[in-house]
């Protein structure tokens, strides 16, 4: 999501606005000056849903979990090794002696505070479902528990109690997320429905302290938080961030010594070839086509599947894409996870959705005429950066040839305007791309129950959901099981429904001074962990 936490929407090579130019990089200077794909959009850690605001909060905040300088889990302001009980559902964690930035101490309670803040149905958080994984959590963000309800609780103020809904065996990754970072309750009280909307009206207790943002503009800061209980490790005094739009602003900008870091897309990578300051990645981040099952016409299975059989994803990642990203025929991406046995999930799972123009054709035919139409127009929004756009000509290309009948209109609108649409369900066809939180299945397979707030796809399966629920529940601690039962659920609801149509695994080409050292970009997208930098 990112998106976050979130969600990372539209093409992850993509930069968005550009900004004015900054000094150029002094050699021995202890400031890293940096890009962004997008603005933040909050600062609030429940209420964000880009990208580059989980990128934000991950700089200032820092929960129970964090990642070190080799990208593995290991403590935040969790102190030592929580005490679990006999049911492996109640965790008792003792925080570190970690103050806030304004000198006050973090406590147990400022977690309780986050954490009811997030799952409270006021506060409308998309990431609300986060919370189901604690006790009480999916009643209590459905309104029909009181968030007092929530299986969270401060024993004292470094002693902090969590019980789970069932056992979780990733829940030191999954308490990484950006949603579960600490909210001093007195200062968001004290600030009100101006927490998070700039950089004057937030807390840190994480590396840095967020400067410059006001709420709109393009440009902020990171600076070196003198409170951090782990300042010592934070080698930058600042780093400056600018949203730069245009791939070619940012590469001039690079060659200028402007920037020391940027995301590169598309046309621009031919002029870095083997050089060393590129650097490529393949990431578990999805490309894909969100598809509306609720609307006239797609919620026809047959026209689904059309469609998402219609397009050659291997010319896309290798001709228009060109930054590393592979083609994606399901829903989890490759290298992502392995099974009990050790065997990568995708291919153990296989291809549940390929490119095949001949299978589309007869899906398109049966949708024909189980629609009584020969012709049918859909609308695809994308976001509005240069390489979502050529995205979506090239599937509308693609679709248009292959379906005779079916025409493709691309309307390309602001990355918050095409996420409100797809909420709204005020939309035929989507394309986005998912960056998930911790390396499970289930953090895919979630998004589609029936009553996820992120499901923009408006799937509906009860045999889905009860899918869901038994790797949850039922099948928590029985590896194998579980394995084949989130198999047959990715198989439905891909193969069988088409409930959306899976594109691509992003890859993710950048521009890295050499004189930069630590960079690191999260183990699940483009989203660049400050803590570590060094500029030589």
Known sequence: MHYRRGFIIGA???????????????????VFHSTSNATIESLDSTK????????????????????????????????????????????????????????????????????????????????????????NGAAVRSGKKPVSDLGVKALSAHKLQVTLAQPIPFLKQYLTGASFVPINRKYAEAQGSKYGTSAKHVLANGPFIVKGWTGTNDKW????????????????????????????????LFDSKQIDYAVLGDNNLQRYTGKKVLHQETTPTIGYVSINNKRTLTKNRHLRLALAQAFNKKSLTKNVLKDGSVPLNGLIPA???????????????????????????????????????????????????????????????????????????????????????????????????????????IDFLALYQSNSDLNFSKYTSTSYDQKLTTITDDLATKQTARWQKMQAAETQLIKQDAALAPVYQAGVSYLQRSDVKGLQLSPFGSIVNYKYVTVK
């Open 221 to 252: 800061e990171y600076i070196r938080n003198s409170q951090y209980w782990d300042a010592k490790d934070v080698k930058l005094d600042k780093a400056t961030v600018q949203v730069v739009k245009e791939s070619a602003t940012a590469a001039n």
């Open 335 to 441: 290298n992502f996870t392995d099974s009990p046995t050790g065997k990568d999930y995708r291919q153990s799972t296989g291809q549940l959705l390929a490119y095949s123009p001949k299978k589309a054709q007869v899906n398109w035919k049966l949708a024909q005429k189980e629609l009584n139409k020969k012709k049918v127009t859909l609308e695809l929004l994308v976001a509005d950066t240069p390489q979502a756009k050529n995205v979506g000509e090239f599937l509308q290309d693609q679709v248009e040839k292959h379906l005779p009948g079916v025409t493709i209109t691309i309307k390309s609108i602001p990355v918050a305007q095409r996420i409100q649409a797809e909420k709204d369900g005020k939309y035929d066809l989507a394309f986005g791309t998912w960056a998930p939180d911790y390396a499970d299945p």
């Open 12 to 30: 992850l090579t993509i930069l968005l606005t550009a900004a004015a130019p900054i000094s150029s990089v002094s050699a021995k200077s202890q």
């Open 48 to 135: 964000y849903s880009l990208a580059v605001s989980t990128e934000a909060i991950k700089a200032y905040a820092e929960g129970l979990y964090t990642y070190d300088q080799n990208n593995k889990v290991t403590a935040g302001i969790a102190e030592g090794t929580p005490i679990v009980d006999k049911t492996k559902t109640v965790y008792t964690f003792t925080l570190r002696d970690a103050k806030w930035s304004n000198g006050t101490a973090v406590t147990a309670d400022d977690f309780v505070y986050a954490w009811q803040r997030l799952a409270d149905p006021k506060t409308a958080s998309s990431n609300a479902y986060q919370i189901d994984i604690i006790k």
